[in-house]
């Protein structure tokens, strides 16, 4: 079976098992009683969600870490490796961007800060230890490739330079996947799309346990999908978005072609822009508003499109640019 035949089917079977089993997680989180807190200060629209069940994450993460911990295992104990033992690390980032994405929502649900979730600090700086040990891992254990750039033949290097440029990265992703988690299908759909891009950059360059790690992720989070187009029965909450992200960056990472993240995660990167662009013109002009509202998603909801346009027109934008981010790969 070759290459992409096999992460294909790995996609496949995964949403297949994902599917099954995401109708009694989501009864477990109702009866739980996880149910997500909306802002006030959000489209009005958005309150009929309140209470829907939110740490849905854990509906993607455990499938794709079980299916590639089994494949895994083959490896150690048969003559042939399937997947590549490199993988274990973009397995151990999801895992712990999950865990932390999971406290984040729990506290978010049930603690004395009900609706805010973890300090933005404590969550912060646990993220960057994370990433820094990622990073180190990445340079010095996997000896990743630093940075591949459209008709340059040449790696680049940044030495030690690289290990805060990687945190920088693996940071700046998972946040912006969450910020990018607003709407009903929109986090899930961007994500799939972005990890089929580098599922096929992995491809070209011959890093086949990648690319099935690409296509178990883009099943799973497609069966996700299921449970969360509009009108969503689950969110995916931090849990998933953290994961997604983090995940992201530090596939784009071992594949050197970084540079490239953010025309492949294009809408990810602009929701971020619109933040920052948002609270640095507010400071600026005293009190004044770029946007109606920020992430970018709400300022179009508040202009008059339907959620569901929204989700729809930002993944075509989306898909445009996963194609451009191929091409670019292939120079």
């Not at 999908?225 to 960056?249: C, K, R």
């Not at 294009?266 to 508003?289: C, D, H, N, W």
Request: a positive charge; charged letters at 10%; one cysteine or more.
């Amino acid at each position: 079976m070759s290459a992409s035949s096999m992460a294909l089917s790995l996609g496949g079977i995964t949403f297949i098992l994902t599917v099954i089993w995401g109708a009694p997680f989501v009864e477990i989180l109702r009866r739980l009683k996880i149910g997500k807190q909306i802002r006030i200060e959000g489209p009005q629209r958005h309150v009929t969600k309140m209470g829907t069940p939110t740490m849905g994450g854990w509906l993607f993460v455990i499938p794709v870490l079980l299916i590639t911990l089994v494949l895994n295992l083959v490896t150690i104990v048969g003559p042939t490796p399937i997947l590549g033992r490199s993988v274990l690390l973009p397995m151990l980032v999801m895992l712990s961007f999950a865990v932390l994405g999971a406290i984040d929502d729990w506290e978010g649900v049930r603690s004395k800060r009900s609706g805010k979730g973890m300090r933005a600090r404590t969550k912060f700086i646990l993220q960057v230890l994370i990433a820094l040990a990622t990073a180190i891992a990445l340079r010095y254990g996997l000896h990743a490739p630093e940075l591949y750039l459209p008709n340059c033949a040449e790696e680049i290097k940044f030495g030690v330079w690289y290990v805060p440029i990687a945190m920088f990265i693996i940071v700046g992703s998972s946040n912006a996947v969450n910020l990018n988690d607003g709407l009903d299908g929109l986090a899930g759909l961007i994500s799939a799309t972005a990890f089929v891009a580098y599922g096929v950059i992995a491809l070209l360059q011959g890093q086949i346990f990648l690319v099935r790690f690409c296509f178990t992720i883009v099943g799973a989070v497609f069966a996700f999908l299921w449970y969360n187009v509009y009108p969503a029965e689950l969110f995916m909450g931090d849990a998933g978005s953290l994961s997604l992200g983090a995940t992201l960056g530090v596939v784009a990472l071992m594949t050197g072609q970084w540079a490239l993240l953010p025309i492949i995660a294009i809408i990810p990167v602009s929701e971020t822009l619109s933040v920052i662009l948002q609270v640095a013109y507010f400071k600026l002009t005293k009190g004044r508003r770029l946007f109606k509202m920020t992430p970018l998603h709400h300022h179009f909801e508040l202009l008059g499109w339907s959620e569901t346009q929204v989700v729809q027109r930002f993944w075509l934008v989306s898909l445009l640019s996963m194609m451009i981010g191929i091409a670019l790969a292939l120079v």
